[in-house]
């Protein structure tokens, strides 16, 4: 069974750094990109982030860009999102999901984790 | 504001149809990019529901279908039900930000 689960979230500062991580198993991890998408409370789903199955290829998207790093440990099998300088408005629940190619849906996702900025 | 468009709510009685819309740009969808769609039920993750514009994963069943034409695409449920009640969102690629994008989103309510 495929399983993505997050962890590492909770309450920082503003203008502090967390780092969230996401074990996968049941599937080959080292085979799919892997991509971080939030949702702030009572918002829409927001693409984060996006790194290639060998690590290759990164993408942020503009709100995060400079202040957040994707990076992944094929051997342990886990994503990790190193969040800085982080925003109120950097509040919501991350989830980590794959995809089987760079272009291709998000077939499973994680059940997210919780980040909370403030003061 | 979200790159795709979509509706922010719609609603249907049990046994009823109703589409969900999703308007993209020549840089997404209508460049040729897939689009793709996801359930959320309240307080969970989202859910694939349709791949590739119009393709169920397995275990999905077959009264929900997508749709693609031109820049836009549409989520089609056929014979409403009450476990239905979900927010929905579309996915594509966007060649000019160079990654992903997704659709504000629509709470399907069945009345």
């Known amino acids: 069974e495929v399983q993505l689960v997050e962890s590492g979230g909770g309450l920082v500062q503003p203008g502090g750094s967390l780092r969230l991580s996401c074990a996968g198993s049941g599937f080959i991890f080292s085979s799919f990109t892997m991509h971080w998408v939030r949702q702030a409370p009572g918002k829409g789903l927001e693409y984060v982030s996006a790194l290639s199955a060998n690590g290759g290829e990164t993408y942020y998207a503009n709100s995060v860009r400079g202040r957040f790093v994707v990076s992944r440990d094929n051997s342990n099998n886990t994503l990790y999102l190193q969040m800085g300088s982080l925003r109120a408005e950097d509040m919501a629940v991350y989830y980590c999901a794959r995809s089987p190619s760079w272009h291709s849906r998000f077939d499973y996702w994680g059940r997210g984790a919780l980040v909370t900025v403030s003061s | 504001q979200p790159v795709l468009t979509q509706p922010p709510s719609v609603s249907g009685a049990p046994g009823q149809r109703v589409t969900i819309s999703c308007t993209g740009s020549?840089?997404?969808?209508?460049?040729?990019?897939?689009v793709h769609w996801y359930q959320q039920l309240p307080e969970t993750a989202p859910k694939l529901l349709i791949y590739?514009?119009?393709n169920r994963p397995s275990g999905v069943p077959d009264r929900f279908s997508g749709s693609k034409s031109g820049a836009s695409a549409s989520l089609a449920f056929s014979g409403l039900q009450a476990e239905d009640e979900a927010d929905y969102y579309c996915q594509s690629y966007d060649s000019s930000l160079g990654g992903w994008v997704f659709g504000g989103g629509t709470k399907l309510t069945v009345l």
């Open positions: 020549n840089s997404n969808i209508g460049a040729g990019y897939d």
């Open positions: 590739d514009n119009s």
